[in-house]
């Protein structure tokens, strides 16, 4: 009697807990993807030219939403047919409507323009203003050639190439 009572009691949670997108208000369609894609490759085209690959895991699309939840992400991003920009995370949400991205988890970025090296557990992409944000306590580590700075509350801007903390910051730089 007493497992069986468990068993009701939680079952419902096993339902609702199933998606990677999570905190929703409960509707169906905004708890059951409308699509699930396993071990997804998908590539960004844009004037004939890729812009995007990205590899994933699990990527889910909602219905009636612009929002796209991906799982054990890689990405690569061009300019002009030219690698920019290479990452992982285990999570993306992904609003394209907003051009908002929040990424999860062991990120890691590389920008081959800058040869700089960026690892987070939180950070947000906004493509309209092309500038990277991590939370205001949320810990970043930098890292280019010999020098590594880490710190808290991270600002960038893809157009000027310049970054900042708000927080506290330490770091080491070697020399020869």
């Known amino acids: 009697m007493g497992t069986r009572f468990l068993l ?7 339902f609702l807990s199933c998606s990677l997108k999570d905190g929703e208000e409960l509707d169906i369609e ?3 993807p409308e699509f699930v894609f396993s071990n997804a490759q998908m590539t960004r085209y844009e004037n004939n030219s890729v812009t995007l690959e990205l590899n994933a895991e699990t990527i889910e699309q909602y219905k009636n939403s612009s929002q796209t939840f991906a799982k054990d ?16 995370c285990d999570y993306i949400s ?3 409507d907003e ?9 890691e970025i590389y920008s081959k323009d800058q040869n700089v090296n960026f690892f987070a557990d939180e950070l947000k992409w906004n493509a309209k203003t092309n500038q990277l944000i ?13 020098t590594v700075i880490i710190g808290s509350g991270f600002a960038a801007s893809g ?11 330490s770091g080491d730089i070697e020399t020869e």
Do not use: M
């Not at 009691?9 to 096993?14: A, E, H, Q």
């Open 73 to 88: 992400v890689e990405f690569s991003s061009y300019e002009k047919n030219k690698l920019t920009t290479e990452g992982s």
């Open 159 to 169: 157009v000027s190439g310049k970054f900042s903390f708000s927080g506290s910051v």
């Open 99 to 107: 051009e908002l991205y929040s990424l999860y988890g062991n990120i």
């Open 94 to 96: 992904a609003n394209t």
């Open 134 to 146: 991590g939370g205001k306590s949320d810990t970043v580590r930098i890292e280019k050639d010999n």
């Open 8 to 14: 009701l009691i939680f079952l419902p949670f096993l």
């Open 30 to 32: 905004n708890i059951v």
